[in-house]
Nanobody
Framework: QVQLVESGGGLVQAGGSLRLSCAAS????????MGWYRQAPEKQRESVAV???????TYADSVKGRFIISRDNAKNTVYLQMNSLKPEDTAVYYC????????WGQGTQVTVSS
């Protein structure tokens, strides 16, 4: 059974930092394209950051220079370091694994107060 469990969300003031974790079981993060996505109220889900098998990364323009996606193969975990947070970063953040099948986590709430 595949599980992706996100953690690390919470309430933070603008300018602060949070680190989200996505612990995977049933799949290997090293053999899947792993991504972080977010969905704000009344908005569509959007891609935030992706890390590919070779370790290359892609970021949404809105988070470039502030967010960093990384992967710890030994811990089978993907991280999203979020710095210089803004109120517009408020959303539910989801982790996903894309292989022959895509899997999604349950999400973790991030709220940035102004």
């Amino acid at each position: 059974q595949v599980q992706l469990v996100e953690s690390g969300g919470g309430l933070v003031q603008a300018g602060g930092s949070l680190r989200l974790s996505c612990a995977a079981s049933g799949i290997m993060v090293s053999t899947n394209v792993m991504g972080w996505y977010r969905q704000a109220p009344e908005k569509q889900r959007e891609s935030v950051a992706v890390i590919r098998l070779a370790g290359t990364t892609t970021y949404a323009d809105s988070v470039k220079g502030r967010f960093i996606i990384s992967r710890d193969n030994a811990k089978n975990t993907v991280y999203l370091q979020m710095n210089s947070l803004k109120p517009e970063d408020t959303a539910v953040y989801y982790c996903a694994a894309h292989g022959s099948v895509s899997y999604w986590g349950q999400g973790t709430q991030v709220t940035v107060s102004s």
